[in-house]
C-alpha cells in the first residue's frame, strides 16, 4: 500500500516536472499571439486613437502581457477623453501602483476619491490603494508572517504544535537609486510534547544593505549580509548550535519570465553541548520562471560542506518548486484567493569521520493548499512524503501540518 | 510686368502648394491621440496647421500648445506624449523598424512640460527628451519633464532609469519619484509639486461618477502585490525564506530518524 503511494506521489511529481519544463513553451507561444494580437489593436487604434472600445482592448491585452505602462498610457488618454469617468481614473491608479509609481497612484486614488459617487466596493478599493501605496512610499517597510498549527508525522507518530513567524523589515538608505538595508528576523519551531525527540526551534537573524548594481530599478540586487543563527532539538542536544555568517544574495530578473539568484555564505558555530566548533560553506543557485505573475517555478542547486575535527559533511541537493494562486471569484461560503504548491527536493550527504564514511540519500516531495479567508489571513494545509537511504536501509516519512496564519 | 506677376502668383501658389505636399508626402511617424482645438502643427518645409484628432505627425514637426490646449501624441512605436498648455516640441528624431523593434526616438522641448510614457524603441535604449539646457535620457521608462525660464525639471514615475546630461557630465536615478535638474539628483518629488505638473499636463481632475471601464488591470494586482517593471519583471521578495516554512521541519526529521535509530540502538 505504502508502495503503491509513493509511486502515485512519484509519478505526481514526475508529471509536475514535465509541466515545469513545458510551461516556459507553452507561455512563449501564448505571449507571442497575444501581442500579435495587440499589435492588430494597436494598428486599427493608431487610425482611430479615440475609439474607446479599442483602447478598452489594447488596456486590457497590455494587462495580460504584463505590459502595465501601455496600459497606463492609454488609460491616461480615456480619462482625458472621459473626464468624468471615476472607475477609469480608478484602473488607472492601479496601473501606476502595479508599475510602483505609488505617488502618481496616490495622486489620482485622491482625485478619484473626492469625485464623489463612488459605488462601495469602489470605495473599499480606493482606501486598500491608499493604504499601501502610502505605507509603500514611507522609509520604513516592513512585510512578514506569522503562523501556528499542528504537524502530525506518519511512521514516528508523534504530533505537535509549529509555529513559524518573518519579519522583514526594508529601510531606504536615500540616494538616486533607492538602495535599501534589509534586515529579516525568522523563526521556526516545532514541539511535538516531551516523549518525542522531534522538537526542533531555529531562529535567524540576517542584515545587510541591498545594492542595485547597474543603477537600474530592476536591475540586479546585490546583498552582502551578516547572519547569525541559533538551533534547539530535543535528540540530547547533539545537534543544538549557534553560528555566524557572512555572506552575499544576488538576485537578477533578467525579463518578466525569468530570474537568476544565488546566495553564497561562509560561516563558523559552536556545537553548545561540546565547545567544538565546525566551519561551513553554503552555496545555492538558482532559476525562477514565471509564465504569468500569478504562476511561479523555481528549481535550484544547493552545496554545503561542514568541516570540524575528525568529521567532515559534505551535502548535495536540487530543489523545484512551483506555486501557483488563484482566483473563485465571489464563490459562496468558499475564499476568495488560493495558492497552491508543490516541490519536490533530494541531496546526497557524504560523511567522512577519518576512519570511515557514510552516505545516504534523501528524497522529499510534497504539496501545499492555501486559502486566504481575508486579504491577510490564510489556512493552510500541508503534506510532505520523505525518503531516506543510508547504504541500502530505507527510512520514510510522512508530514501533515495545518496552519492558520497571518501575512502583512 | 503682367508675365512677372504671374511668375510671382505661379511661384506663390508652387510655395503654397509644397508646404500642403509635405506632411502629405513625409512619412508618418504618430498621430494626434487626443487635442483641444488649438494645437498647431509646422511640418519641415510646410506652413503651420491645426493639429484634431487623428492628424497625421511626421518627422522633425514642430508641436504647440496654446495658453489653453492640452494633446497626447501617439507614435507608431506604441509611445505617447502628452503636452501641457504652452508647450512646443519638435519630433527630432523618430526612426523605427516595427520587425525588429528597433530604432530611436527623440524629442526637443524648447518650452513647456511634457509627459513621456515609452513604448518599444525606449525600451532597450533611452528615449532622448533634448531642452536648451540638459539632454534627458529615458529608458524603459515613463517620465515628467519640464522646461521654464531657462531651467529643466525631470521627474522619473516608473521603469529602468533616468538620466540627465549637461556639458557632458551625466547623472542617473532609478529611484521612482527621483528629480533630476542640471545640476544632478535633486531628490524625490514632493506631492505637491507632482500634483502641480499632473495638473499642468492633464488639467485638474473632475467630479464624476463611479463607472469603470473593465480593463482588468486590478486583477492581477491586488493592492499587497509587489510591483513590476514597466518590461513586466518583478522581484521575488520570498526567495531566501525557504528554510523558514514547515518543509524546514520535515528536513529536521530527516535527522530525527538517525538520532531515534542510535537511541534505541543503544537500549538494545
Known sequence: ?408 | MTGRMTLRVFATALGLSAALIVPAMAQQIGTVASSEPTLRGTPPGGATRTLGLGTALVRDETVASSATGRAQLMFLDQSTLSLAPNTTIVLDRFVFDPDRGTGEIGVGLTQGALRFIGGTLSRNQPATVTTPTASIGIRGSTALVLHNNGRTIAIFIAGSQLCIQVDGQQSCTSRQGGVLTETGYAGQVSPEFLAFVLGLIDGAPLPGAGAGPGTGVGGPNPPGRGPVSTLGEEFDFDLFDDDFTIDDVFEWLGEIFFYEECFECSFD
Open chain 1, 1 to 408: 500500500m505504502a508502495g503503491s503511494t509513493f509511486r502515485l506521489t512519484s509519478a505526481c511529481v514526475a508529471l509536475g516536472l514535465c509541466c515545469m519544463l513545458t510551461a516556459p513553451i507553452t507561455a512563449s507561444a501564448q505571449s507571442a499571439d497575444l501581442e500579435t494580437q495587440r499589435q492588430a489593436v494597436f494598428t486599427r487604434l493608431f487610425a482611430s486613437p479615440a475609439d474607446p472600445d479599442l483602447m478598452l482592448q489594447y488596456a486590457r491585452l497590455s494587462v495580460q502581457l504584463r505590459d502595465f505602462e501601455a496600459a497606463a498610457a492609454t488609460l491616461e488618454r480615456y480619462v482625458d477623453l472621459y473626464p468624468a469617468d471615476a472607475g477609469a481614473r480608478l484602473e488607472l491608479a492601479i496601473a501606476y501602483f502595479s508599475l510602483g509609481a505609488y505617488e502618481v497612484a496616490e495622486y489620482h486614488l485622491a482625485a478619484v476619491q473626492a469625485s464623489g459617487g463612488l459605488s462601495p466596493d469602489q470605495a473599499a478599493r480606493v482606501a486598500d490603494y491608499q493604504g499601501e501605496a502610502d505605507a509603500r512610499g514611507g522609509p520604513n517597510q516592513f512585510s512578514g508572517h506569522v503562523a501556528i498549527g499542528r504537524a502530525w508525522t506518519d511512521e514516528a507518530d508523534d504530533s505537535g504544535t509549529f509555529g513559524s513567524a518573518r519579519l522583514e523589515w526594508r529601510f531606504d538608505m536615500g540616494g538616486r537609486n533607492a538602495d535599501e538595508w534589509v534586515t529579516e528576523f525568522a523563526y521556526s519551531s516545532y514541539m511535538p510534547g516531551e516523549f518525542s525527540f522531534n522538537g526542533r526551534q531555529v531562529a535567524r537573524l540576517r542584515t545587510g544593505p541591498e545594492f542595485r548594481l547597474t543603477g537600474d530599478a530592476y536591475g540586479p540586487r546585490l546583498q552582502p549580509y551578516v547572519e547569525a543563527e541559533t538551533f534547539r532539538d530535543d535528540s540530547f542536544g547533539f545537534g543544538d548550535y549557534n553560528s555566524l555568517a557572512f555572506g552575499i544574495a544576488y538576485q537578477n530578473p533578467h525579463n518578466a519570465y525569468w530570474t537568476s539568484f544565488a546566495d553564497f555564505q561562509v560561516g563558523r558555530a559552536e556545537v553548545l553541548i561540546s565547545d567544538a566548533e565546525f566551519d561551513f560553506r553554503d552555496a545555492s543557485l538558482g532559476l525562477s520562471y514565471r509564465p504569468s505573475r500569478e504562476t511561479r517555478l523555481r528549481g535550484s542547486l544547493r552545496w554545503r560542506d561542514e568541516q570540524s575535527p575528525g568529521l567532515d559533511v559534505r551535502t548535495r541537493g536540487v530543489r523545484v518548486e512551483a506555486a501557483h494562486m488563484f482566483d473563485l471569484g465571489q464563490a459562496e461560503m468558499l475564499p476568495r484567493q488560493w495558492e497552491v504548491g508543490g516541490f519536490f527536493d533530494s541531496s546526497r550527504t557524504e560523511e567522512d569521520f577519518g576512519f570511515f564514511t557514510d552516505e545516504f540519500t534523501e528524497v522529499a516531495f510534497g504539496g501545499s493548499l492555501r486559502a486566504f479567508v481575508t486579504d491577510h489571513v490564510f489556512i493552510e494545509a500541508r503534506a510532505t512524503d520523505m525518503e531516506r537511504d543510508t547504504g541500502g536501509f530505507t527510512q520514510r516519512e510522512r508530514v501533515y501540518a495545518l496552519q492558520i496564519g497571518w501575512e502583512f
